[in-house]
């Protein structure tokens, strides 16, 4: 297949708008290309998310949003394929809260990563302007042990705290699936990690000094509207194997009920663990939404880690927030296509799928995303499915039946 066609299924026109009734007011839907360094099939995987979007709301694609543009004609609903770090440009594109777009906006850049996720080790240690204190100390029993830092001393204060209790990570604020991550076990190797960052960068964006955790499995939960749409979902990650055969993403599945996330607890039974990842996803969703000085998102995600550190002791922590498309975002369309359908429907289980090695024919009724060859990853499948759905109200069925895929 060419890889320079591959993903580029895109419409002018929504798909069987005339059978779904309206979500939204917009009657345009825009795709803004934020991320400078975005490879190709997550691009073409973006415009097909934003293909979607514009047939499920009955909105009409146009094209592209130039991120640079200084005025134009902005009433269209909006795409953007990473968070929007400015409140003031999200104004720019014509957007004013969340039902504006699929994604999310807050007010400066580090608010987008997970360097806000841990306090600093100090009153006295440097932050960057708009650095919200009462954040970290909001979740600090929602999140796993650690801390955030702007400067080598500060970085140094924190991995030896930590470094009493045992093994600890040093992450970048903006890595993504583990990427810029190095595990340290003593005092020699974390001084051999912070001399490797470089100052500038760290004064700007920070650093993660968190519990390294063993035997971990990560739930991810979430929160999306599509207008007046609203579901809210849990479910697990996979990984899979690059042509390198190195460790990536491959994929989530998800259960995605109706409403917020409170509406998860009944689907969630009697699995303590995972009612504990929801409760803790809550908890770090609230008070974001309270701190970060009028943020708001309309696609929010949560990565909730359980695992045991090296003494054994178990731990559970949100690792991190993404409010933008994401990964999981294939499934998250399906899923609500299958409820707009059927509106008696309350319970989808969906999925994504990222398969490297050489290109095959997804399974019938997939939705394909992404079918080529990358210049960089090289040959990849992506795509997302429906397994099945539940209609409690109809069938008098009780939700928690209906668990992962």
Known sequence: MDSRHAGDTRTTEP?????????????????LPLR????EHELATHRRIAERLAALLSCRLESDLDPHEVAAEHDAYVVPNDTIVSLDEARRFGIRG??????????AAFMATKIITHPLVGRDAEAPQRWCREFPERVRDAVLPGYS????DDARIAGR????????????????GGAGQQVVVNKAELDAGLAALDAGRLAREGIVIERDLIGVRTYSVGLVRAGSMRVSYFGTQRTTRNRYGHPVYGGSSLTVVRGDLDALESVAGDDAELRRAISLARCYHTAALSCLGGMYASRCNYDVAQGHDALGRPMTGVLEQSWRLGGASGAEIAALEAMLDDPMIDIVNA???????PLFAPPEGAQVYYAGVDPVVGPITKYAE????????????????????
């Open 15 to 31: 798909d069987s708008a005339g059978d779904r009734p309206r979500l939204t007011s917009h009657t345009r839907l825009r795709f």
């Open 36 to 39: 400078a360094d975005a490879r």
């Open 98 to 107: 969340e039902e504006d777009l699929f994604g999310g906006v807050v007010p």
């Open 149 to 152: 830092a702007f400067s080598i």
């Open 161 to 176: 705290r930590l470094l009493q209790g045992g093994p600890l990570r040093i992450k970048r604020p903006g890595g993504i």
């Open 351 to 357: 999925s994504t799928a990222e398969v490297h090695g």
């Open 386 to 405: 429906v397994h099945t759905h539940a209609h409690p109200r109809r069938e008098g069925q009780h939700p928690h039946r209906v668990g992962p895929t």
